[in-house]
């Protein structure tokens, strides 16, 4: 399957709100309710900042929330902080039992 | 306190095989459904192959399928990826992640291995 669509990059001032975009097809975001996204700081692994399309593992702030419509899931990142600079990856489960990931958004703290 | 500890990358020319291992600890390993995640240089996520817990259901992505194969041990909390066949294209970081579930009917990853540098090269 072909990877999830994400915008390249996306910016904001501090203390503002930025929506990163995930589309994908019927047969992945659209089919269930199984999305996830990641943020990844340079050299670091990866980490999960939402499960199940909306759900905040423990530990994560709510300054991000998330939701899904259609074929297309978001990320809203609110009270945008410097440390939020990184890159946003989400991921969906497949029809074909497999997991494709989205093509990644790198956020600017302008 | 989970631990995922990677090991095996290396130096590969292409056409040639390598072997990765992931120990696991700190939690109930034949418990939760297991997985491999690439990121090439410079590149997004890829997931790679994972695994359930009795290692009943596997999945890979279609561009290894035929040529890498995931297997575990349980008796050793222990994760693996052969990797035959190995590609310039396969040149990445490889992360050993641990599912959520026991299925992988719903990955997501909360914890991930350091990585482990795979780098097919003449």
């Known amino acids: 399957q072909s990877a999830l669509t994400q915008p390249a990059t996306v910016s904001g001032s501090p203390g503002q709100s930025i929506t990163i975009s995930c589309t994908g097809t019927?047969?992945?975001?659209?089919?269930?309710?199984?999305v996830s996204w990641y943020q990844e700081h340079p050299g670091k692994a990866p980490k999960l900042i939402i499960y199940d399309v909306i759900n905040r593992p423990s530990g994560v702030s709510s300054r991000f929330s998330a939701s899904k419509s259609g074929n297309t899931a978001s990320l809203t990142i609110s009270g945008l902080q410097a440390e939020d600079e990184a890159d946003y990856y989400c991921s969906s489960y497949t029809s074909i039992n497999t997991l494709v990931f989205g093509t990644g958004t790198k956020v600017t703290v302008l | 306190e989970v631990q995922l500890v990677q090991s095996g990358g290396g130096l590969v020319q292409p056409g040639g095989s390598l072997r990765l291992s992931c120990a696991a600890s700190g939690f109930t390993f034949d418990n939760y459904a297991m997985h491999w995640v690439r990121q090439a240089p410079g590149k997004g996520l890829e997931w790679v192959s994972g695994m359930s817990w009795d290692s009943g259901d596997i999945g890979y992505v279609v561009s290894v399928k035929g040529r890498f194969t995931i297997s575990r041990d349980n008796a050793k909390n222990s994760l693996y990826l052969q990797m035959n066949s190995l590609r310039d294209e396969d040149t990445a970081l490889y992360y050993c992640v641990r599912d959520e579930g026991a299925s992988y009917y719903n990955p997501y990853f909360k914890y991930w291995g350091l990585g482990t540098l795979v780098t097919v090269s003449s």
């Open positions: 019927s047969s992945n975001v659209g089919g269930f309710n199984y």
